[in-house]
């Protein structure tokens, strides 16, 4: 065994690998780039190694940086984690030539699998059933739209050197080819350093499910069930599940065959993942194999009680797998959640800037279910550009699926994040959305269920009951402490405040009385309902946790002028606790209008600015391109909402821009 391994990653997956060699005794060493000077993986590992500028294309992606970083601390193995370089066939042979083992499958592994074009012609010499497409490299968006035309639509533009939803578009028509052509191409370039596309047909509705195998150096390989991955945005993972709610045994047993077959006819001997498109029927075709460690490996991990990570290390330092495909069994479910640096009402454009609060959900058992969060940043974290956006991946077990994600939803209501935009609350209200509990699911589900984006709903029925039940609890608290407070008029014990309160949620009001008890604060509604709130919270705290008449509940608290700001279950408002008096005259208040202004083209996020598509005196149609700028590795093409002419342009390509920067102005 391996005394000493270097991980060639950041964030998240770095810190992941830390914790399992750590516990397998093995040191480890970390590399860092500029922007990662006093990350959370380097603080973690035992060693840490600077390699180079934040850009990852002149630190993390550069392999003899690496090599240099392994003979300089004496670390014998390397663990890519995902990304970057976990899929470079380059990397491994370098490995090998400076006599460092490569915790990974081995290099013609990767040529076979790793290569999108390669590993469909693979599939189909191993009668693995594929999506209808061509195979072959696309030079031009002339030829792709000839190859979509034979294919018909609509149909998926995909980076042969592709992951994690980098370099890929649909299109559904010659003109959507042409554009996504071009812009898949230049994020492979940026991404992987590799500009090949190819084209194959869109399966409508389809489901995206995924088989985990595990293969050692002696001809063994394993699958270890499958991970439903169809919550997806921009065709990125956003939630994923293990097992499927679409699969039955006999389905999943063909899928796991297929797999552990085509792992074989490569020689596989790591762990990897094949993916595969389904449709509602239970049909599945060969999508594409990923020969690296999963971003949702954890999901697998909690059904089958496997460290995918350890058995990695063991199988490349030459170990027979420890399980038999008898051994392996699937058991309880798992839900994991992405938590991203991004603005889910702003059309999920990522955020960066410093965590101020960084407040996870507590980790461990609690009854029944289980709660893991992986993550790779600590409160006063930076989240810089450079980057993917994750901050960190929130997991749920449970020995249902009803149950697993009740506790993701909790979990969810108990992480509190601030000093950035996150999409934690999109995720809340993915969690109580009937369709996605009911597993009626699809690639589609976020663009059929948010067409027109996302806005934290209102809080309606029990949820709205709840949040107005502790908004009304902390106003009493908050009275109970001034009554404490020293060189009042009146003695405190003098002081006397209304039991009766009007709570304002949002457009919505709650009539109540409120007192304390000697287990609680009682909150009694005009309709007859009661609850006893109970809570240790102190003001200041972002979450509210306790028991609302009995049951258990988190809610995200934010203090506003006179009043907290809630976000609970998916829901968000303002909440203002007012006497029967303050709401009669807070009721005449005019509401005062924000004004905003249609004359600009403001920069939705942080980023870089790639290309400005018109120029003064252009006159412009409402949908056509304007600019196109680059953040995390994701290029966004800004389009005008209505018919213009542009009048000037503030910007210019190579420009770095901050939030809402003008980028051009209308006439």
Not at 300 to 323: K, Q
């Amino acid at each position: 065994m391996f005394d000493k391994i270097l991980i060639a990653n950041r964030g998240e997956i770095a810190c992941r690998i830390i914790k399992t060699a750590r516990r397998m005794g093995i040191k480890t060493v970390a590399v860092y780039s500029d922007a990662d000077r006093d990350a959370l993986h380097v603080a973690m590992a035992d060693e840490a190694v600077h390699i180079g500028p934040a850009a990852a294309a002149q630190s993390y992606l550069v392999i003899d940086k690496i090599v240099a970083a392994c003979k300089q601390t004496g670390a014998q193995a390397v663990h890519p984690g995902y990304g970057f370089l976990s899929e470079r066939e380059a990397f491994p042979k370098a490995l090998e030539a400076a006599g460092i083992v490569f915790i990974g499958p081995n290099p013609g592994a990767i040529a076979a699998m790793g290569d999108k074009i390669e590993s469909k012609k693979a599939a189909s010499a191993a009668k693995v059933s594929t999506v209808p497409g061509f195979l072959g490299v696309i030079e031009s968006p002339e030829h792709a739209v000839t190859i979509a035309d034979e294919i018909g639509y609509p149909v998926m533009i995909k980076a042969s050197a592709g992951g994690g939803g980098k370099g890929m578009r649909i299109a559904h028509s010659a003109g959507e080819v042409a554009e996504g052509f071009a812009r898949a191409r230049s994020e492979a370039a940026s991404s992987f350093g590799d500009d090949r596309v190819f084209v194959e047909k869109f399966i409508t509705d389809p489901r995206h499910i995924e088989i985990q195998v595990i293969g050692d150096k002696h001809g063994n390989v394993v699958y270890l069930g499958e991970r439903e991955c169809s919550i997806q945005r921009r065709n990125q993972k956003v939630i994923e599940e293990a097992p499927s709610p679409l699969l039955d045994e006999a389905t999943r047993r063909k899928m796991g065959e297929q797999a552990v077959a085509l792992a074989k006819a490569v020689n596989y001997d790591s762990a990897g993942t094949v993916e595969f498109v389904a449709g509602q029927d239970k049909s599945f075709y060969f999508l594409e194999m990923n020969t690296r460690l999963q971003v949702e490996h954890p999901v697998t991990e909690m059904i089958t009680g496997l460290d995918l990570v350890e058995l990695m290390i063991r199988v490349a330092a030459g170990e027979t797998l420890p399980i038999a495909q008898a051994d392996v069994t699937l058991n309880g479910w798992a839900v994991e959640s992405r938590v991203y640096a991004e603005d889910p009402t702003r059309n999920f454009l990522p955020s960066i800037g410093r965590l101020t609060t960084y407040r996870p959900p507590e980790e461990g058992e609690f009854g029944e279910a289980i709660v893991r969060n992986d993550t790779g940043v600590e409160e006063g974290s930076e989240i810089a550009i450079h980057y993917d956006p994750m901050i960190a991946k929130l997991v749920t077990w449970a020995p249902t699926r009803a149950g697993a994600i009740t506790s993701q939803a909790q979990a969810l209501d108990a992480f509190a994040i601030d000093g950035i935009r996150h999409n934690i609350p999109f995720l809340s209200a993915l969690m109580h959305h009937p369709r996605w509990q009911e597993g009626r699911l699809s690639t589609g589900f976020i663009a059929e269920e948010f067409p027109n984006g996302f806005e934290a709903p209102k809080p309606a029925g029990e949820v709205a009951r709840r949040m107005a039940a502790v908004a009304a609890a902390i106003d009493h608290l908050l009275n109970e402490r001034k009554r404490g407070i020293s060189g009042q008029m009146r003695e405190p014990n003098l002081l006397r405040f209304e039991s009766e309160r009007v709570v304002r949620l949002g457009d919505e009001s709650f009539r109540a009385v409120v007192e304390t008890t000697e287990d609680g604060i009682a909150v009694a509604f005009a309709d007859g309902i009661e609850w006893l709130v109970e809570s240790d919270w102190v003001p200041g705290e972002p979450v509210w946790t306790g028991l609302i008449g009995g049951e258990p509940a988190a809610i995200q608290v934010r203090p506003l002028l006179n009043g907290v700001f809630l976000h609970h279950a998916g829901a968000a408002a303002e909440a203002r606790v007012y006497t029967k008096r303050e709401a009669e005259l807070a009721a005449l208040m005019p509401v005062k209008e924000v004004g905003g202004s249609g004359k600009q083209l403001l920069c939705p996020m942080p980023g870089l600015v790639k290309s400005i598509m018109v120029t003064p005196g252009q006159e412009v149609k409402a949908g056509e391109p304007l600019a196109i700028v680059e953040a995390m590795k994701m290029e966004n093409v800004l389009r005008a909402e209505r018919d213009g002419t542009i009048q000037t342009i503030q910007a210019k390509e190579g420009d770095s821009l901050a939030v809402d920067a003008v980028i051009l102005e209308f006439a």
